[in-house]
């Protein structure tokens, strides 16, 4: 065996007892299509809540500047939402 083969696997960590452990080990099942949805979900809505922040006057914010809220919204993501959403959009009529 070649020395730099021997360091290869050194390298790479502890070297499974048996093929099949070291096949269960590397293999990963896909993520459901529900647990794919919920991050894009989230995404969706906190884009939206960018926009929904970047487009409302700066008159017509209920607190703080607009500035402040989009920091906040960027920043604190979904908590970050929900605080726009419960103190600092506007009510539609």
Request: charged letters at 15%.
């Amino acid at each position: 065996m070649d020395g730099s083969v021997v360091l290869a696997f050194v390298a790479a960590g502890p070297v499974p007892a048996t093929v099949e452990s070291a096949l269960t080990a590397a293999y990963r099942p896909a993520p459901s299509p529900a647990a794919m949805l919920v991050p894009l979900v989230l995404l969706a809505v906190w884009v939206w809540a960018l926009v929904d922040v970047s487009r409302t006057g700066e008159y017509e914010v209920r607190s703080r500047t607009k500035t402040w809220w989009l920091v906040v919204v960027a920043v604190l993501n979904v908590f970050g939402v929900l605080w726009w959403l419960a103190e600092g959009r506007p009510r539609r009529r």
